[in-house]
């Protein structure tokens, strides 16, 4: 198992761990600052020391309870000391769409219906699948001026754990369509306050400020009810 310690502080950009497990380029720690991939945020990057030598992460999972590290040669072995430093510039790209992200989804969930059915973030924004009835270009572009008039009012985003059955009870706080991952019995909340709360187990900026502004970009028409946003931060 390796300790998540990303799950509670987004801002920290260098820990000291212990490798308990080295397959050749792939690696485990007990606890780790580095965000692996899932819920369509890519991993994190950077590079991890150890005694002079460098090796840089490539990529990040999780697997059966441990993160599993990809770093670009072998000779690490189980028992060193290193020091992991992240690609901050990546990471903080990836706290700021992903925030953006959530402002969007939590408009149209609350204004148009709308629930997400997939996404995928990128450093500059990303993109967003909602099943959303009828497909109005305008009504999107609309939708993303009054997001960011709510980014305008730089809203605190606090991270706590709810019990499953407190989430359930709470319909509010579903924005997937896909409903609940099975077999988790405590969740995770993002909670943009005053605004909208959901499980999430990525990264965020610490108040809406830090996004910038949302652009549109485009949207597609994927099928029935099944609508496609792009969007851009800058």
């Not at 260098?14 to 369509?40: H, M, N, W, Y």
């Amino acid at each position: 198992m390796t300790k998540q310690l990303y799950l509670q502080d987004h801002y920290q950009k260098e820990f000291e761990a212990t490798v308990t497990k080295a397959e050749g380029k792939f690696i485990e720690l007990d606890q780790s600052f580095f965000c692996p991939e899932g819920g369509g945020q890519p991993s994190d990057q950077g590079v991890i020391h150890r005694n002079g030598d460098e090796f840089k992460l490539l990529h990040c999972k999780k697997q059966a309870g441990a993160i599993v590290c990809e770093v670009d040669r072998e000779g690490l072995i189980e028992g060193d000391r290193i020091v992991g430093i992240i690609d901050w510039a990546r990471r903080y790209n990836l706290m700021r769409s992903h925030t953006a992200a959530h402002v969007i989804s939590g408009y149209f969930a609350k204004n148009l219906g709308a629930l997400i059915t997939g996404n995928q973030l990128s450093l500059d924004g990303g993109r967003i699948d909602f099943n959303l009835e009828q497909f109005d270009k305008e009504k999107i572009i609309a939708a993303l001026e009054e997001c960011n008039k709510i980014i305008a009012q730089d809203l605190p985003v606090k991270i706590y754990w709810m019990s499953r059955e407190e989430v359930e009870k709470n319909p509010h706080l579903l924005k997937l369509a896909a409903g609940l991952p099975s077999g988790i019995k405590e969740l995770r909340i993002v909670d943009i306050v005053g605004f909208d709360a959901q499980p999430d187990g990525g990264t965020h900026i610490s108040h809406l400020n830090e996004i910038g502004s949302i652009i549109f970009e485009r949207a597609d028409n994927k099928g029935k009810n099944n609508r496609r946003l792009y969007f851009k931060i800058i």
